[in-house]
């Protein structure tokens, strides 16, 4: 069965500190796909990554860069000299090839205060 | 840019009662699905509809759940007699080439059942 744990529930740091959101993943699939999701405090999923298993390279955009591992099953995202705008909850998402489903961690909550 | 619509962006209905849920996807998109969210909880999958049937559902998407895509843009959820614990934000996406590519979200839909 398909799983994505997010152990961190909460986050907290200062403006310009960098932050690493965990996200591991459980699939038997070889073929699977890799998501992250923002959601402000208005409510809305903003998608901000797509990643396929086959292609581990690390992606930089801006201040965020994610770090891709099939060793250890992770999909980690940082944020490079966090902002007050950052502050959300982020989810971690996975599906496969067969399925349209996308599969969410429990998301973690991140506040940035200035 | 192209986005996904939801109406109404908050609906109270009473328990028992029936209520549809209103989506215009992004026009190009092959892939419909709508997800819910048990307020601070996960975004959980209900169901994805491609070539007008569905293609997968969860557990959660029972007898008392159906969706329809009554003309060439609308896409629509209906909880046939509502309970309170279907209170949550739902949540309508699209794709355009399903778990391949990613889902945009609309808005959502704040349901309360009294």
């Known amino acids: 069965a398909q799983k994505v744990t997010q152990a961190q529930t909460e986050i907290s740091v200062v403006e310009k500190e960098d932050v690493t959101l965990d996200c591991v993943y459980e699939?038997?699939?070889?073929?699977?796909?890799l998501f992250w999701y923002k959601q402000p405090p208005s409510g809305e999923l903003v998608f901000l990554i797509r990643?396929?298993?086959?292609?581990?390279q690390n992606e930089i955009s801006g201040r965020y860069s994610w770090n891709f591992q099939k060793s250890t099953s992770s999909f980690n995202f940082t944020i490079t000299a966090s902002q007050v705008v950052d502050s959300a909850v982020y989810f971690c998402?996975?599906?496969?090839?067969?399925?349209?489903?996308?599969?969410f961690g429990k998301g973690t909550t991140l506040s940035v205060s200035s | 840019e192209p986005e996904v619509t939801q109406t109404p962006s908050h609906q109270v209905t009473q328990m028992g009662q029936e209520v549809i849920l209103r989506c215009v996807p992004i026009?190009?998109?092959?892939?419909f699905y709508w997800y819910r969210q048990i307020l601070g909880q996960k975004v959980e999958f209900l169901v994805s509809?491609?070539?007008?049937?569905?293609?997968?559902k969860s557990e959660i998407f029972d007898d008392q759940f159906s969706v329809e895509r009554p003309d060439g843009s609308n896409f629509t959820l209906k909880i046939r007699s509502t309970k309170l614990e279907d209170s949550a934000m739902y949540f309508c996406?699209?794709?355009?080439?399903?778990?391949?590519?990613?889902?945009?979200f609309g808005q959502g839909t704040r349901l309360t059942v009294v």
């Open positions: 996406a699209s794709s355009g080439q399903g778990a391949r590519t990613e889902a945009f």
């Open positions: 699939t038997r699939d070889t073929t699977y796909y």
């Open positions: 990643r396929n298993s086959f292609d581990e």
């Open positions: 998402a996975l599906s496969d090839q067969a399925g349209t489903a996308l599969i």
């Open positions: 026009s190009n998109h092959l892939y």
């Open positions: 509809f491609y070539n007008n049937e569905i293609s997968e």
